[in-house]
């Protein structure tokens, strides 16, 4: 079992960056496929970027290509999402998440209590 805390959050203009990272106990952190998702008040949550086991497999969301990169420390049991060129659109409570699977997973079983981030106009 892993548990996750997220960090990083807050508010931040349109066109500058914030970093959120997830920090996860456990000892077989290495052994998780990690994910971050979003969710708008109203949406459905929508998974941002995923990475595999020993970060060699990484896939993201179309609209946050070229912007967001997601990173893993499997000895320092952190993940992060370094989100640049941030849009208003990006606005959303982000939460970590871990799939049992290890590789880049549609089920993940494992979530964090999430970080808002806002992005001013």
């Known amino acids: 079992q892993v548990q996750l805390v997220e960090s990083g959050g807050g508010l931040v203009q349109a066109g500058g960056s914030l970093r959120l990272s997830c920090a996860a106990s456990?000892?077989?952190?290495?052994?998780?496929?990690m994910a971050w998702f979003r969710q708008i008040p109203g949406n459905a949550r929508e998974r941002v970027a995923a990475?595999?086991?020993?970060?060699?497999?990484?896939q993201y969301a179309d609209f946050v290509k070229g912007r967001f990169t997601i990173s893993r420390d499997n000895a320092m049991l952190t993940v992060d999402l370094q989100m640049n060129n941030l849009d208003p659109e990006d606005s959303a409570v982000y939460y970590c998440?871990?799939?049992?699977?290890?590789?880049?997973?549609?089920?993940?079983?494992?979530w964090g209590q999430g970080t808002q981030v806002t992005v001013s106009s």
């Open positions: 998440a871990a799939s049992a699977s290890g590789g880049i997973s549609t089920t993940y079983g494992y």
């Open positions: 990475i595999s086991r020993y970060g060699d497999s990484t």
């Open positions: 456990g000892r077989i952190f290495s052994t998780y496929g």
